[in-house]
C-alpha cells in the first residue's frame, strides 16, 4: 500500500484543543506537515477535524451551492440544460453535507427559496406561478428542479438505510445515534421522497388557478407525452419557459388578474384590443376577435406549414428542407402520384358552405384523399375543436368523393391547444400520415411561440 503523503497532514489534540507541535519525519526521511493555517481538512465535502463546525459548514456549503447556481443561470444554456447543470453540479454542493450537517426544516426551506428567487431574477420563474411545477418531472408537467429537502431527505434515508442493515459494532452504533436523534419512535419514520413528490402534484392539482391547467392537461384527450414535449425537450429559452408557464399557470397580469387577483384598481376589465370581452388570459390566448385574422392566423399557419412540408418532403414534391419558419408552403404542389392543395378552395359541382380546408391530400394511386384542418382552441375545447372541424367538412368530403370519383375520403383534424396540449388524435394522424415523429415537437413549438408572442406583445408591450 502507497500513501499519498502530499495528501496527508498531522493534527494533534490535546485535552480538546488543537496543538501545534513538530511535523512528523518518517524513516525514510518523506514528511508529514502539520495541517495547514486554515486547521481543518475537507473529507466528502465538509471541513473537519476533531469537530464539525456546524454553523461554519453550514455557511460554507449554502454560499458555495448559490455561487455554483448563479453562475449556471448567467449561462447561455437552454432552460432544461440550465436545471441539469443545477442538479448535477449547484445541489452536490449541499447533498454531500446532508446527514451529516444538522440542516434543520428551516435551513432546508431557506435554501429552495433562494433558489427560486435567482430563478425569479433571472426571469425563469413567475414570482406567482406554480412553486410545485418547478419540482415536478418535465414528463409530468414540471420543471424537474431538484429540491433541496427532498435531496436531504433521500440522503438521510440511504444513510439509515445502509447503517441499519449493516452489523459491524460501528455500524450498530452509528445506527443508534440516527435513532438517539429523533427520540420519538414515530418521527423516526421519515417519508419517502416518493411522498413527497405525490403531495407536490397533489397540491398543483388543488390551487384554484394554478390547478385549471392541471386539470387541462389531464383531460381524456390530451397526449400527455407529446403534450410535454417542449418539457422533456427542453428547447425553449429559459425566460421564454418561464414566461409560458406563467400564462398557463394564468399569472400574466391582465386587466382581470390585475382587478380580481392583485385586488388592484382598473378602469375596466374588459379587453384593451376588442373592448367587447373580459382580458383574461384565454381570451388573449384564443378568443380576442381583435386578432384573429392576424395573430392567431399566423400562429395557426405556422402549425399547419410545418405539415405542409414534412408531406412535401415525404411525396419527393420538395427536395430541400428549409427552417420551418422560413418556409412557405405553394399553394399546389402536383407530382403522377398525388396532388396537396394549401389553403386554396375546392371547386365544388353544389356549392358547400366550407371548402376551404387548410390542406387537402389527393393521392392518385390509392385513389383516396384526405382533408386535414388545423386548430388551436382553449386548452378546454380540445374535444370540441375536433368534432367542429369533422363535421365542418363532412359535406366537401361527400362531394369530393363523388366528384373526384373517390374510395374514400378521410378529414384529420389537428388540434393542439393554445397551452400546448396536443389532441391524441393529432398524434395518431401524423402517424396515419407517416410523418416522423419530430412532426409534433415542430407544430408545438409553434404554437407555444405563437402563444408567447401574443401574450408578450399585447400584456408586457415593452
Ligand atoms: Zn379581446
Redesign the pocket.
Known amino acids: 500500500m502507497t500513501f499519498g503523503l502530499q495528501k496527508c497532514a498531522k493534527v494533534e489534540v490535546i485535552r480538546g484543543k488543537l496543538s501545534r507541535r513538530e511535523d512528523i519525519i518518517l524513516s525514510d526521511g518523506q514528511i508529514i506537515n502539520n495541517l495547514g493555517e486554515e486547521r481543518r481538512y475537507r473529507y466528502l465535502g465538509v471541513q473537519q477535524t476533531y469537530e464539525i463546525k456546524q454553523q461554519e459548514n453550514k455557511r460554507e456549503v449554502e454560499e458555495q451551492m448559490i455561487t455554483r447556481v448563479r453562475k449556471i443561470l448567467s449561462t447561455q444554456l437552454s432552460a432544461k440544460n440550465k436545471i441539469t447543470a443545477i442538479n448535477t453540479w449547484a445541489i452536490p454542493a449541499f447533498s454531500y453535507t446532508a446527514g451529516i450537517l444538522n440542516w434543520s426544516k428551516t435551513d432546508l426551506e431557506r435554501l429552495d427559496r433562494r433558489v427560486r428567487a435567482i430563478f425569479t431574477q433571472h426571469g425563469m420563474l413567475h414570482p406567482n406561478s406554480a412553486i410545485e411545477r418547478l419540482y415536478i418531472q418535465r414528463s409530468e408537467g414540471g420543471r424537474g428542479l431538484t429540491s433541496i429537502e427532498i435531496t436531504d431527505l433521500k440522503e438521510k434515508n440511504n444513510l439509515k438505510r445502509y447503517f441499519g442493515n449493516e452489523t459491524l459494532p460501528l455500524h450498530r452504533l452509528v445506527s443508534a445515534m440516527f435513532d438517539s436523534r429523533t427520540p420519538n419512535a414515530a418521527e423516526r419514520a421519515e417519508p419517502e421522497t416518493e411522498e413527497l413528490e405525490e403531495k407536490w402534484k397533489r397540491n398543483w392539482q388543488t390551487k384554484p388557478l394554478h390547478g385549471r391547467f392541471y386539470t387541462s392537461l389531464h383531460q381524456p384527450e390530451v397526449d400527455m407525452k407529446s403534450s410535454n414535449t417542449y418539457l422533456t425537450q427542453g428547447y425553449l429559452f429559459p425566460q421564454t419557459e418561464g414566461t409560458f408557464l406563467a400564462i398557463q399557470d394564468q399569472v400574466v397580469p391582465t386587466r382581470v388578474y390585475i382587478k380580481h387577483i392583485m385586488k388592484q384598481r382598473v378602469e375596466t376589465t374588459k379587453?384593451r384590443?376588442?373592448n367587447?370581452?373580459e382580458?383574461s388570459v384565454q381570451?388573449?390566448s384564443s378568443?380576442?376577435?381583435?386578432i384573429a385574422g392576424t395573430k392567431y392566423l399566423s400562429r395557426h399557419n405556422n402549425m399547419g406549414k410545418v405539415v405542409h412540408q414534412l408531406l412535401g418532403l415525404k411525396e419527393l414534391l420538395i427536395k430541400n428542407f428549409t427552417p420551418h419558419h422560413l418556409y412557405n408552403p405553394q399553394a399546389l404542389l402536383e407530382n403522377s402520384d398525388v396532388k396537396i392543395y394549401w389553403d386554396i378552395p375546392i371547386a365544388t359541382d353544389q356549392g358547400v358552405e366550407h371548402n376551404r380546408p387548410d390542406l387537402v391530400i389527393w393521392d392518385k394511386k390509392k385513389n383516396e384523399a384526405t382533408i386535414i384542418d388545423f386548430a388551436v382552441p382553449f386548452d378546454q375545447n380540445l374535444m370540441k375543436a375536433y368534432k367542429d372541424k369533422t363535421s365542418k367538412y363532412e359535406a366537401l368530403a361527400r362531394q369530393m368523393k363523388s366528384m373526384w370519383r373517390l374510395q374514400k375520403v378521410e378529414i384529420k383534424p389537428m388540434i393542439i391547444s393554445c397551452n400546448g396540449l396536443v389532441h391524441r388524435k393529432t398524434v395518431q394522424h401524423i402517424r396515419e400520415l407517416q410523418l416522423p415523429i419530430n412532426a409534433l415537437c415542430w407544430m408545438q413549438k409553434a404554437v407555444i411561440l405563437g402563444t408567447v408572442n401574443i401574450i408578450r406583445q399585447v400584456v408586457y408591450p415593452h
Open positions: 379587453c384590443l376588442c367587447q370581452e382580458e381570451h388573449l378568443g380576442c376577435s381583435a
